[in-house]
């Protein structure tokens, strides 16, 4: 449970933070440690296009390979962040759209899950 001396701490924080960005990671920092989570991205929607794209994220990042170079197995491969967009058709979107948290029992079996 967040307590209002913890809030108001954050907002003093925010308040003299030197740049959107760092204000931006002390939130997504903050979001982190309250919820518990491994990690919590924030996202910038591109109406046009209808995607979102990652803007800011704290915590680990799940890794995609690169592709594999001549001569080296799939585990020696580099590895690098996933950064990609993400239709807003999928959970993320719904989320979106109803302005709400979304409460999902189970999310593979959930219709809106995209595929990878």
């Known amino acids: ?3 209002s001396d913890q809030l108001l701490q954050l907002i003093a924080r925010l308040q003299h933070s030197e740049s959107a960005a760092q204000g931006r ?3 997504l920092k ?5 919820s518990q989570a491994q990690l919590v991205t924030l996202f910038m929607l591109y109406k046009e296009e209808q995607v979102l794209v990652p803007l800011a994220h704290n915590g680990k990042l799940p890794e995609a390979p690169t592709p594999t170079e001549e001569g080296t197995s799939d585990q020696q491969a580099h590895r690098q ?3 990609k967009s993400i239709p807003v058709d999928g959970l993320c979107g719904s989320a979106l759209l109803t302005q709400d948290a979304l409460q999902i029992a189970n999310v593979g079996a959930d219709a809106r899950l995209l595929p990878d």
Request: proline share 7%; hydrophobic share 45%; no cysteine.
């Open 81 to 83: 962040p996933a950064r």
């Open 25 to 27: 990671n002390l939130l």
């Open 1 to 3: 449970m967040v307590t």
């Open 30 to 34: 903050y979001m982190r440690k309250q």
